[in-house]
C-alpha cells in the first residue's frame, strides 16, 4: 500500500509538469483569417495568418540605492575640506605673489606645487 501511494504522487507530479506542455501545445494551433474573422479552421482555401508570439513581459529595471558607509561618507567630506583648502591656500598665493613682485618666483614654485597636489587629489 506505502509503495501504491509513493508510485501514485510520482504519477500525479509527472502529470500536473505535463499539463501546461499540451495546453500550450493546443492553444498553438493555426489560425486562418477568413475576412475580418479569425478561426482555426480554413475557408475557402485561404491562407493562414500570422500570428505574432505572446509579447514577454519585462519589468523595467530599478536601480538599487547606493549605500554610502559612513567611512566613505566621512572620506568624501575629508577630501571636499582638502580641496576647499586648497583653493583657498592657492589663492592666498596668488594675491601674495601679485602683492610682492620680490618673492614672486619662489611663490610661483609654491603655487605650482600645490596645484600638484590639487589634481593629485582631484580637487
Known amino acids: 500500500m506505502h509503495g501504491l501511494s509513493k508510485t501514485l504522487i510520482v504519477i500525479l507530479i509527472a502529470m500536473?509538469?505535463?499539463?501546461?506542455?499540451?495546453?500550450q501545445q493546443a492553444s498553438a494551433k493555426k489560425m486562418?483569417?477568413?475576412?475580418?474573422?479569425?478561426?482555426?479552421?480554413?475557408?475557402?482555401?485561404s491562407a493562414p495568418a500570422a500570428v505574432a508570439p505572446a509579447a514577454k513581459v519585462v519589468a523595467p529595471a530599478v536601480p538599487e540605492p547606493t549605500?554610502?558607509?559612513?567611512?566613505?561618507?566621512r572620506s568624501a567630506q575629508q577630501k571636499q575640506i582638502r580641496c576647499e583648502n586648497f583653493s583657498r591656500?592657492?589663492?592666498?598665493?596668488?594675491?601674495?605673489?601679485?602683492?610682492t613682485?620680490?618673492?614672486?618666483?619662489?611663490?610661483?614654485v609654491q603655487l605650482k606645487s600645490l596645484e600638484t597636489r590639487m589634481s593629485a587629489d582631484s580637487c
Open 16 to 23: 500536473s509538469w505535463t499539463a501546461p506542455a499540451t495546453a
Open 32 to 45: 486562418y483569417r477568413c475576412g475580418t474573422n479569425f478561426q482555426d479552421k480554413p475557408c475557402d482555401g
Open 67 to 73: 549605500k554610502v558607509s559612513a567611512a566613505d561618507a
Open 89 to 99: 591656500q592657492a589663492a592666498e598665493l596668488r594675491d601674495r605673489q601679485k602683492s
Open 101 to 108: 613682485p620680490q618673492y614672486a618666483e619662489s611663490i610661483g
